[in-house]
């Protein structure tokens, strides 16, 4: 999971700058966009901070995920991504091409925040987590210097077992159980089309 940070006005010095400094930068149409990239698995360091070279002024944080994974013989998993009340979510690139079997098979970029659904086919188990940016206060830094994923479990358990306080996810649980279940899955399975 990697926190994308957006800035309006094409400002191609500006990108070069941060090009320098070792970030991943791009322009984009009216705006430069910074991919802050988690090397590690985000859930074992929750506290880690990303540095934020863009400031708060004219900037929109993005979470940024990918619906994955798919089954093999004896063994699956999956992860599908969802909004805050398990509505499907429009995928910013869908993958089409390469070897896609139980690999990435769409990208979502997604302002505050998202939900991920993982399931594992020898289980059953679904692990559903809610994931929103914030910022992180950190002594002697200006504010905004610092963001963070904070993660919150919100339920597990067996995917048939879905409590009623959750139904608002049930689709995208079934989603991510089938995906789990699916043979060399190459496709999507929770997502609204990207509009072109």
């Known amino acids: 999971m990697d926190i994308s940070v957006i800035k309006l006005g094409e400002d191609r010095e500006l990108d070069r700058e941060l090009r320098k400094q070792g970030y991943t930068s791009q322009l ?3 705006a430069v966009r910074v ?4 090397d590690d698995d985000i859930t074992r360091n929750p506290e880690k901070l990303f540095e934020n070279p863009l400031g708060l002024t004219g900037t929109t944080f993005y979470l940024e995920e990918s619906e994955r994974g798919g089954a093999m013989t004896n063994t699956g998993t999956a992860r599908i991504v969802c909004g805050q009340n398990g509505e499907k979510l429009t995928a910013c690139q869908i993958m089409h091409s390469g070897n896609l079997a139980n690999g990435i098979h769409a990208w979502f970029r997604e302002p505050d925040g998202l939900v991920t659904i993982d399931s594992g086919k020898a289980d059953d188990i679904v692990n ?7 910022i992180a206060e950190v002594p002697g830094q200006r504010r905004g210097s610092f963001l963070r994923i904070k993660i919150e479990e919100l339920w597990r358990g067996d995917h048939r077992e879905l409590p009623s306080s959750f139904s ?3 689709e995208a649980v079934k989603a991510a159980a089938a ?5 060399h899955c190459r496709e999507v399975h929770f997502a609204l089309r990207p509009q072109y």
Request: charged share 25%.
């Open 28 to 30: 984009i149409r009216g």
């Open 35 to 38: 991919l802050l990239t988690c």
């Open 128 to 134: 559903i987590q809610s994931h929103l940016i914030e």
């Open 168 to 170: 608002k996810f049930s």
């Open 179 to 183: 995906k789990g279940e699916c043979f």
